[in-house]
């Protein structure tokens, strides 16, 4: 099992102050096929179901937040990007010789999970993700997420049981999906990390330390921006990544999307859930007192997908113009919302359901 994506992460000056705004496209040579499920879990049920690979760990650990997961598959447990209500978002933009779903390591997806279920700042997951992977990670799988909060951005790699993290000071970057994304800066990892990797015979002693280069997953290039490259004049927005995330869109492996809009006020996600954001909408969600996504988003007893994509798979040519006046219209709508009030109330607790089941009727 693997899962990989290409990653976009804008913050100031590009942004609106105190902003960070994310974006991916799952990426996945089998898009059509795969289904794009997208669940919500409320503090009971963050854990809930996970026996090995750490979780009881975490579970003994303190306070369990509520989050929202993308699954890169059906059935597992956990996911490829996802987000809590304490404003922060994790996402896997690459991995590697991923353990079996059913071994007593963790996987990527695993991790996502399992730190966003306790982590209460960027800073405080990457150490997470650091500690899962040196106490629960496997040996020879290679992993890499994107860690974004209102305040920071950090890339986290890791390779066996050792990690490196490098925090993203300022501006825009995109983010690889093809190789381990911390190279020679490095800002944080496990103790004694260039001993540990002379003993593993990766790395001589010699010259600059890359990271990624040790274990053979450094990309060859640094991968250009899709699009019309963000500003430093704060106007790169949320409809500005819905352009990129489009723009970059490749329909052979474009799976779902997703953007996560990071702020001091109300943070909000916006999923497609069905394959290739050219062709599919955004929907919201916030961390509402008691939020309701729809079931049509999860893959239901039996069945390898969610009703919302094969309904998806069938639609009509003209139903993507349609498609775009809704998602107009709700950001529009979002935004107004957002523009009076400081704080989600029960008015948003069925956002997500609202958009999802109007989006449904322009499939039927």
Known sequence: ????GDCFVVQSPNTAENTIIFGRNALDADAITETQEVQYYNANAALEGKPDGGADVVKANGEILRMILQKSRSGIWGGDVGANDRNVCIAVSWSAEEPANDSDTVTSTDIVRLTLAIAKTAVDAVERIGGLVTNHGSDNAKFSFVVCDTKDVWLVSSGGKLWAAHRVADGFLRITSKGLSVKTVIDKSSDELGEALKTLGLWDGEGELNFAACFGAA???????????????????????FDTLRSAADTATARS?????LTTGISCHWFTATPNATESVFKPFVFAPN????????????NTHTLLHKLHAQRKPAAVEDL???EAACVEELNTYLAEHPTADEELDELMKDCVEAEVKFYR
Do not use: F, H, Q, R
């Open 1 to 4: 099992m693997s899962a990989s």
């Open 219 to 241: 990309d060859a290039a640094d991968v250009e921006w899709s699009g019309e490259a963000p500003n430093e004049d704060g106007s790169y927005t949320l409809t500005s990544m």
């Open 257 to 261: 999307a997703n953007v996560s809009v």
């Open 291 to 302: 939020p309701k996504i729809s079931p049509l988003t999860k893959v239901p007893p039996d």
């Open 324 to 326: 775009k006046a809704l």
